[in-house]
């Protein structure tokens, strides 16, 4: 192969492969050189810049629709684009519509509070726009290099956003702190990232785990090498830049400060799209280091009797193979089976995932008691759910280290339907926090006492969603909870037991605040002196919104359950 | 066995060992950096350090002329290294103009002095 056809073959591969695949990023970034542009074309800047952001996202949003429609995430084949850098399968079709539509609704939000005026709006956007590029990225991923990237990609614009409010001695603290924890933790991950590479000697994620297979660590764990060590090392040093990403203990403390000195729309945007890209991120690393897909030609790997399987039926479903596979299995291996090679890294990640997520929801449900800012409240409260999002990739790796690929789908499938329907609850809570903010200049608890007699109306919808946010049956916050519960139960080992027994006491810990916020507003008498709540149409149309999915989400769960399921199998393919 | 690893650091033409050492050594002072300094740009300063001891590690592992007797990381750590520098670039430069928004907030870029968030 002579240098012509490398490059003709690159750029094919690049022209024709990836970047149609890649349709919305390359949206986000055209709209980003217009906002910018706006500044110095007198054209350009007679037009508002929320306009050029809302017809941006709105784009955006319309490139991730899967080809095929709505329905046919199942059918997204996982392929390999800008030569092995990202994935793209039905996990990242998934996720970049959720992105999409949150910055669609950000930006509406945005326009809504006012916070994102004529002067600053063109910063504002292009730097929300450029975090949420970094977050398609992070979930995407399927390189070290991407990881990395999109980690920083989205950390770096944050910074800036939650110090975006000029003037503000808290908003520039907020900032600082910010920066100086986030830099510090993306540099550990980095020297993580260089190790693990090192070690075996590539950066990509699927010929990571064969050379994983390869380095037989069952053998030299029992010879007891120092290798292994560092290849410990190296993944907890990686899991530090991801668990602060996730604010998960004990590197949540940039969170309920910045949470508190940035603005409320900022907030939202950390706690909605910032967590569930760092949670399919997470997916991404904790699943592609430990499972091996079918493709690889390793004898006597698990996965391989799928595809054998599947030759032979070609007409069964992917996900009956699998439980045909696992209760073939169940019958036919003795209890007493040899060690897989990849068995240690599983057994690393489900402990260090499982214990994390634990301490971090524990924490974050604790801590959120005594606060008096609604803010940092909602700031452990995001804490206590991202230790309830991750017990499910935990339940993930377990599963798949018993091959039972179909259960372990499901659970990322759970994963995936609590993100969603976090968005809604979290997304709802912030918009009501900053509107109250812009009525009546305070964001103490104590301030939305006797709320529902000055504004009705978003205090029941405040309540609705606090409740939801608890996972009270029937509001859509419970249905995740329980499928999350459910996969933790299927895993059916000692620590995940004991995580799903503690999850469930936390949703219990977690009544008591949030009840206390629902009391305040609904029963406390009203404050003197109390400034009256007005607000507009839209701003209650946007609270409406964010709300009425969260109580009609009862009347058809099947759909959106059967997409995120239909997402989640295409990692297992 | 830390003597019989010093001795062959010290007696062995320079390999991958000899940089990821000098790695090792730049990623702890940083760490310390960052942990001790109370001035913000000191702690920047200890995360550029930190950043160049992983950029040293990619780039020794990524070198052929280095073999550390595995499988090798070829132009792909080379490639991470080039990538890093201008993200460290770009960090930089945010989070000065972050440390000059809190000095004209604080007087000060003493990172003791942002202690009206108590986390």
Redesign the interface.
């Known amino acids: 192969m002579n240098l012509h056809t490398l490059i003709d073959s690159l750029i094919s591969d690049t022209l024709q492969k990836s970047l149609p695949l890649f349709g919305p990023e390359l949206v986000l970034c055209a709209t980003i050189v217009v906002l910018l542009l706006a500044r110095v074309l007198p054209l350009l800047d007679r037009i508002p810049p929320v306009v050029i952001a809302f017809v941006g996202a709105v784009a955006a949003l319309i490139a991730a629709v899967p080809q095929e429609g709505l329905a046919s995430f199942g059918g997204i084949q996982s392929q390999e684009i800008f030569t092995g850098m990202l994935v793209y399968d039905g996990l990242t079709a998934y996720f970049k519509l959720f992105l999409m539509a949150f910055a669609v609704l950000f930006v509406i939000l945005s326009h809504l509070t006012g916070i994102a005026d004529r002067d600053d709006g063109q910063d504002y956007f292009s730097l929300v726009f450029g975090a949420t590029i970094g977050m398609c990225i992070m979930v995407s991923s399927n390189h070290l290099l991407t990881m990395f990237l999109g980690v920083e990609m989205a950390s770096v614009p944050s910074y800036v956003l939650a110090g975006i409010v000029k003037g503000r001695r808290r908003s520039s603290e907020a900032a600082l702190k910010y920066a100086v924890y986030g830099a510090g933790a993306a540099g550990v991950m980095l020297y993580g990232t260089s190790l693990l590479a090192g070690l075996l000697g590539s950066a990509h994620f699927p010929t990571m785990v064969g050379r994983l297979v390869e380095f037989d660590l069952p053998t030299r764990i029992a010879d007891r090498e120092l290798t292994v060590m560092v290849l410990a090392l190296a993944g907890l040093m990686v899991g530090v830049g991801l668990a602060f990403k996730l604010s998960a203990v004990p590197f949540h403390f940039w969170c309920p400060d910045v949470f508190e000195g940035a603005s409320a729309e900022v907030g939202g945007f950390l706690s909605v799209a910032s967590k569930a890209a760092a949670l399919a991120l997470l997916v991404r690393v904790a699943i592609g280091m430990t499972y091996e897909h079918p493709t690889s030609d390793k004898l006597g790997s698990p996965p391989r009797d799928v595809a054998a399987i599947q030759q032979s039926h070609p007409e069964l479903p992917v996900q009956f193979v699998a439980q045909q596979r696992s209760t073939d299995d169940e019958s036919t291996s003795d209890p007493a089976a040899e060690e897989g090679p990849l068995d240690p890294v599983r057994s690393f990640v489900v402990t260090l995932i499982g214990i994390v997520s634990i301490v971090t929801c524990t924490f974050g449900n604790l801590a959120a008691y005594g606060q008096r800012n609604i803010k940092r409240m909602l700031a452990y409260s995001t804490i206590a759910h991202a230790g309830f999002m991750m017990m499910p990739v935990a339940a993930a790796v377990a599963l798949v280290g018993m091959g039972k690929t179909a259960a372990a789908s499901e659970a990322i499938a759970a994963l995936m339907l609590y993100a969603t329907i976090y968005l809604f609850m979290n997304l709802g809570a912030f918009a009501i926090i900053a509107f109250m903010r812009n009525s009546m200049q305070s964001e103490e608890i104590k301030d939305y006492s006797g709320l529902i007699g000055r504004s009705p109306l978003i205090a029941v919808a405040f309540t609705v969603i606090l409740f939801s946010l608890v996972g009270l049956p029937p509001l859509a916050g419970f249905w995740p909870k329980l499928r999350v519960l459910q996969a933790l139960f299927e895993a059916n080992s000692p620590l995940l037991m004991f995580v799903m027994v503690a999850a469930a006491a936390n949703t219990a810990l977690s009544l008591v605040y949030y009840l206390r916020v629902a009391k305040t507003m609904c029963i406390d008498r009203e404050a003197d002196g109390t400034r009256p709540v007005a607000l507009g149409f839209l701003q209650t149309a946007f609270v409406l919104a964010m709300a009425l999915p969260v109580v009609l989400y009862g009347l058809d769960p099947e759909r959106i359950a059967r997409w995120t399921q239909q997402a989640a199998s295409g990692l297992f393919q | 066995m830390t003597s019989s690893l010093l001795a062959n650091l010290l007696t062995e033409p320079p390999g991958?060992a000899h940089y990821?050492t000098v790695?090792a050594v730049m990623?702890v002072c940083?760490?310390m950096c960052?942990a001790t300094k109370r001035n913000?740009l000191g702690?920047?300063m200890?995360?550029e350090l930190?950043?160049n001891?992983?950029?040293l590690?990619?780039i020794?592992?990524g070198s052929k002329y280095l073999d550390?007797g595995?499988?090798?990381?070829g132009l792909?750590?080379s490639?991470?290294a080039l990538?890093?520098i201008v993200?460290a670039a770009?960090?930089a430069a945010?989070?000065l103009?972050?440390?000059l928004?809190?000095y004209?907030?604080?007087d000060s870029i003493d990172?003791d002095r942002?202690d009206?968030?108590?986390?």
Do not use: R, W
């Open positions: 991958v990821m790695g990623f940083g760490a960052m913000a702690v920047l200890g995360i930190v950043l001891g992983a950029n590690n990619f020794a592992f550390n595995g499988p090798q990381l792909d750590g490639l991470i990538f890093v993200l770009a960090e945010v989070a103009a972050i440390a928004n809190f004209n907030n604080h990172v942002a009206q968030l108590q986390g």
